[in-house]
């Protein structure tokens, strides 16, 4: 069974400081691991992801992601806030083993602050 | 063209109407996908079609039929809906299902059932 844990529901961050959103997860293979963001009334829109080489992935709008296999964690992170990156994040998984659907966190709101 | 498009953007149907929502992707995507979300909350996979194939049904009440006409429309067929049927129905597309593809998402459609 794959699962996927985002432990906060909200994180409140000052513009121009940086910002980490944690997702831990569990599979019984390997990960196949995403990020997705989402705008107020719109769709789901793929930042990065995960599937193997390299622990630092670099995703869209700045944004990266850090492997970490021994800790089961894809946290994402960015150097610097915009008011922009206001949104709702998923952390998303699929394991190895070849199972078609992708398990999705329950997501946590990034308010950042002017 | 990297766009997945929904119609309509807002549905608003009584109990006993019958209604579709329409999905289109032109990326040349095998797999193709409906999610039903609610406000707050991940979305919740409800079928997975791989080359044109219904593969995936997570035990959807009948009242909900999907169809796949061809490799680049998803329809959703809606009949007898109940209330707590209202939420965002959100389309999605991957280059194949499963693996390490992400899913493309479009703006969804948002249903309410009087």
């Known amino acids: 069974a794959q699962s996927v844990a985002q432990p906060e529901d909200q994180v409140n961050v000052a513009e121009g400081n940086p910002l980490t959103v944690k997702c831990t997860y569990s599979?019984?293979?390997?990960?196949?691991l995403f990020w997705y963001v989402q705008y107020p009334n719109r769709g789901l829109q793929f930042l990065l992801k995960?599937?193997?080489?390299?622990?630092l992935v670099k995703g869209s709008y700045g944004f990266e992601a850090e492997f970490n296999k021994s800790q089961t964690s894809f946290h994402l992170k960015k150097p610097s806030a915009l008011v922009s990156d206001s949104a709702l994040y998923f952390c998303a998984v699929r394991d190895y083993g070849g199972y078609q659907k992708v398990t999705f966190g329950t997501g946590t709101k990034l308010q950042v602050i002017p | 063209d990297t766009e997945v498009t929904q119609t309509p953007k807002h549905l608003v149907m009584g109990m006993t109407n019958k209604k579709s929502l329409k999905c289109e992707q032109h990326m040349g995507h095998r797999a193709m996908y409906w999610y039903k979300q609610k406000a707050k909350k991940p979305p919740e996979l409800m079928f997975v079609?791989?080359?044109?194939?219904?593969?995936i049904n997570e035990s959807v009440p009948s009242r909900f039929s999907p169809e796949c006409p061809n490799s680049s429309l998803l329809n959703l067929h809606l009949h007898a809906l109940q209330p707590e049927d209202s939420a965002l129905y959100l389309c999605?597309?991957?280059?194949?299902?499963?693996?390490?593809?992400?899913?493309?998402f479009g703006p969804g459609t948002r249903l309410t059932v009087l």
């Open positions: 079609y791989s080359y044109e194939k219904l593969s």
């Open positions: 995960y599937i193997t080489g390299d622990n």
């Open positions: 999605a597309s991957s280059e194949i299902a499963g693996g390490g593809n992400e899913q493309f």
């Open positions: 599979v019984s293979g390997n990960p196949y």
